[in-house]
């Protein structure tokens, strides 16, 4: 089942301020990579820009 990825679950994996939040964001991420279910939408990708 696809999942919707926002823009504070990107801003967290980047987020060295913020280590625990970093680590689980980026251990998020790397579930959804790994069984191609993450989703994202081009305004969430606009929005770090």
């Given amino acids: ?3 919707f990825v ?3 679950v990107l801003v ?3 987020d060295a301020f ?3 939040k970093q ?3 980026q251990a ?5 990579w790994e ?3 993450g989703r994202t ?9």
């Fill in 28 to 32: 998020w991420m790397a579930e959804l």
């Fill in 1 to 3: 089942m696809p999942v």
């Fill in 35 to 37: 069984s191609r279910t």
């Fill in 12 to 14: 967290y994996a980047r």
């Fill in 23 to 25: 680590q689980r964001a």
């Fill in 18 to 20: 913020e280590p625990e």
């Fill in 6 to 8: 926002d823009t504070n």
């Fill in 41 to 49: 939408s081009v305004q969430v990708l606009n929005s770090l820009a």
